[in-house]
Nanobody, 112 residues
């Protein structure tokens, strides 16, 4: 059974940072293309970043490519997203996904 469990969200001031984690189980994580997405209040799901199995090749949405960093630890079956220079518009629920499977999300709120 595929499980994806996000953590690390919280309340942070503009300009702050957070590190999100996604613990994966139930599939071959080291070979999997993994993604992060978010859903802001009242908006559709927005894809943010993806990383191939080796961790070398990464891709980002233009809106976050200079501020967010995706990474993975295949020994721990864990995906990460480092969020830096956060803005109020980054507020939302952040999800990791593999194929059609998605976790329950972790809330990120950016507010002063």
């Amino acid at each position: 059974q595929v499980q994806l469990v996000e953590s690390g969200g919280g309340l942070v001031q503009p300009g702050g940072s957070l590190r999100l984690s996604c613990a994966a189980s139930g599939f071959a994580f080291s070979g999997a293309f993994m993604r992060w997405a978010r859903q802001a209040p009242g908006k559709e799901l927005e894809w943010l970043s993806g990383i191939w199995g080796s961790g070398v090749v990464k891709t980002y949405a233009d809106s976050v490519k200079d501020r967010f960093t995706i990474s993975r630890d295949n020994a721990k079956d864990t995906l990460y997203l480092q969020l830096d220079d956060l803005k109020t518009e980054d507020t939302g629920v952040y999800y990791c996904s593999w194929g059609a499977s998605r976790g329950q999300g972790t809330q990120v709120t950016v507010s002063s």
